[in-house]
């Protein structure tokens, strides 16, 4: 669904997720055929969150949720997306692809007597970074004389990497060309 919606952005994704696993053969996906390097399992039984970003994600990247359990989803468990100012009923065993590092959001209780659990699918803003610095932390990069500089190049400026990022979001008239670069 991710690289259906998101052509552009799947494949970045991609790029640097094979790049990671590439550099250290020694980690393992937690899934096969997922491109999300880490999944969260809130169990429940009513599992409900609060107002948030998750600041840790990558800050333009998407993230799959998906909720479970037995509730009414007419009477709870609806996701708000405060930024958006939307409220939207989300029915047990759907998926949502947000941004949510970008987002504000929370889901709304449910009844006492029902269940509700959720998926969370995301990769961490490290990973890309680590990545970007040539498969260097940051520190390390600070602590080189020549990696200062690479730091700062890589990092760019705060409104640089955000044309970045929604640059990767298709839009609806090049997005069937875009969707043509997974096949």
Not at 5 to 16: E, G, I, S
Not at 20 to 47: H, K, V, W
Request: net charge positive; with cysteine.
């Amino acid at each position: 669904m991710f690289a259906f919606l998101a052509p552009k952005m799947f494949n970045h994704y991609t790029r640097v997720i094979g790049a990671m696993y590439d550099n250290q053969p020694e980690l393992i996906a937690n899934f096969d055929n997922r491109i999300f390097t880490a999944t969260s399992f809130n169990c429940g039984p009513q599992t409900v969150s609060l107002d948030h970003f998750d600041h840790n994600n990558l800050s333009y990247g998407p993230c799959a949720l998906t909720p479970l359990g037995q509730f009414d989803y007419k009477k709870g468990g609806h996701l708000i997306l405060f930024d958006l100012k939307l409220v939207i009923e989300f029915p047990p065993g759907t998926i949502a692809i947000i941004p949510l590092a970008a987002v504000h959001h929370r889901n709304t209780p449910i009844a006492p007597d029902k269940d509700r659990m959720l998926v969370a699918q995301y990769c961490g803003g490290g990973i890309f970074r680590w990545v970007a610095y040539g498969c260097k932390t940051g520190t390390s990069l600070d602590a080189m004389k020549a990696g200062k500089a690479r730091k700062l190049q890589r990092n760019g400026g705060y409104d640089e990497r955000w044309r970045e990022g929604l640059g990767l979001y298709s839009t609806a008239d090049p997005w069937a060309n875009d969707l043509k670069t997974l096949m």
